[in-house]
């Protein structure tokens, strides 16, 4: 019985503070981001929503502009590297909005399952580890905060902690 308790109390703090995050989530759309890819730069006109895994749209938070590098290494160690100026504030915003990632809500942020089309299989033990200048994020993607200049890193990861 206490087991049960314990189990719903959990779930609603992960209903609370999910509630919280969405709403604390407005800002400014309609924002220019630049992709340089292969030595062209490109510049798309970006529609600042973005999509949750039930297919809604989420208001994504916008800010001062940045460029920012997001490394993609795949199990076999090939490699996907891209620049993007950006006016985003969180990187899974930034990675959903260029079709780079697909995902799961949860209690930790945005959990991603496919990176660049590679998917991890959970069953496993397979993951994509987000880093940021080297260092291993504790977090989802929705909480990993964007600087300016910083390299953001997903690797693809077998085996758990």
Not at 26 to 55: F, H, L, R, V, Y
Request: aromatic letters at 8%; proline letters at 0%.
């Amino acid at each position: 019985m206490i087991e049960r308790f314990k189990a719903a109390a959990l779930w609603i703090l992960v209903l609370c503070l999910t509630c919280a995050l969405l709403a604390g989530c407005g800002g400014k759309s309609g924002s220019a981001s630049k992709k340089k890819e292969n030595g062209k730069e490109q510049t798309e006109t970006a529609d600042q929503s973005t999509e949750d895994q039930t297919g809604s749209d989420v208001q994504a938070e916008t800010g001062d502009e940045k460029t920012v590098t997001v490394v993609i290494i795949h199990k076999d160690g090939s490699r996907k590297e891209d620049t993007y100026t950006t006016n985003f504030v969180k990187l899974g915003d930034l990675l959903r909005d260029e079709k780079l990632v697909d995902g799961i809500q949860g209690s930790a942020g945005y959990y991603i399952t496919t990176a660049d089309g590679e998917e991890a299989n959970d069953r496993k033990q397979e993951w994509w580890k987000i880093s940021r200048d080297g260092e291993m994020t504790q977090v989802g993607a929705d909480l990993v905060d964007l600087a300016d200049g910083s390299t953001y890193e997903l690797a693809f990861t077998t085996g758990y902690y």
